[in-house]
């Protein structure tokens, strides 16, 4: 059964750094998902990543995968207030195709 | 851009009520999904629907809980009796076709409040 972790759950942060959130899983996963979801909001995607080594970036986010170490990564960059949000990473394998394994989450703050 | 829509978006029911949750799904999909995410936790997956059958179901989706395509468009959620615990954002999914589907596109949700 696949499980995915992520951490930090919780992170707070100042506007122009930079910071990681991490995304573990416990059995081979296809494809590594990350989603971004607003208060009260839907989930949006952001990215699929479907081998190891992939790395995908859009504006200020950055992600990649790491089958190997079964590890995901989403990447901030010079953060800004908008992209304060929940982000999630969700795993899904070929066996199970059908549905997506969620992380807890991890809800960033950026501060001004 | 073609969107996952969901009605309604709010429902309070009492304990014991059935409910119905309704998702049109994006027109060119072929796989179609229910999650659900309790305040302040994780997304839950429920029941994965293809070809007018249930593909996978988790441990959640008892028999409490059935899916229906009723016509070309919509694609329902029924709660047969509600709980308590049944008190939920409730997410629709839709991904187009391919061998292994794509992107899950998620609708706006449905807030259940069971009192």
């Known amino acids: 059964e696949l499980k995915v972790e992520q951490n930090p759950l919780f992170l707070s942060m100042q506007e122009g750094k930079n910071y990681t959130i991490y995304c573990n899983y416990s059995?081979?996963?296809?494809?590594l998902y990350w989603y971004r979801q607003d208060p009260g909001k839907s989930l949006e995607s952001l990215f699929v990543?479907?081998?190891?080594?992939a790395v995908k970036q859009e504006g200020r986010l950055m992600a990649s995968l790491d089958t190997k170490a079964r590890l995901s990564t989403l990447h901030i960059t010079a953060a800004v207030h908008d992209l304060s949000a929940t982000y999630f990473c969700?795993?899904?394998?070929?066996?199970?195709?059908?549905?997506?394994?969620f992380g807890q989450g991890t809800r960033l703050t950026i501060n001004p | 851009e073609p969107e996952v829509t969901q009605t309604p978006s709010h429902q309070v029911t009492q304990m014991g009520q059935e409910v119905i949750l309704r998702c049109v799904p994006i027109?060119?999909?072929?796989?179609f999904y229910w999650y659900r995410q309790i305040l302040g936790q994780k997304v839950e997956f429920l029941v994965s629907?293809?070809?007018?059958?249930?593909?996978?179901k988790s441990e959640i989706f008892d028999d409490q809980f059935s899916v229906e395509r009723p016509d070309g468009s919509n694609f329902t959620l029924k709660i047969r009796s509600t709980k308590l615990e049944d008190s939920a954002m409730y997410f629709c999914?839709?991904?187009?076709?391919?061998?292994?589907?794509?992107?899950?596109?998620f609708g706006p949700g449905t807030r259940l409040l069971v009192l």
């Open positions: 990543l479907l081998s190891n080594g």
């Open positions: 027109s060119n999909h072929l796989y």
């Open positions: 059995t081979t996963s296809d494809r």
């Open positions: 969700a795993g899904a394998w070929i066996q199970g195709a059908q549905k997506l394994v």
């Open positions: 629907f293809y070809n007018n059958e249930i593909s996978e």
């Open positions: 999914a839709s991904s187009a076709p391919g061998r292994f589907p794509e992107t899950q596109y």
